[in-house]
């Protein structure tokens, strides 16, 4: 995957998702630091506190009323 930033310049040509969900929140945040519209919720299964996820967006572009009711319940 190639991400480029605001000036077209590549930030990384190898970037790659793990199986651990915490690098990969890491990755994201680390990729958008300069992003203050980007949305990291997180959140786990309430039967299996195991399963973790993460919806990551982008402020504005949703409707979180949706998002909050047909998304995460």
Known sequence: MTLLNSNNTNMSANLKLSNAINNNITMF???FSK???VIYREFQNQRNPNIKFC???????????????HIIL
């Open 29 to 31: 945040k680390q990729l």
């Open 35 to 37: 992003n203050d519209t």
């Open 55 to 69: 919806l990551i967006y982008t402020d504005g572009m949703i409707d979180k009323e949706v998002v909050n009711e």
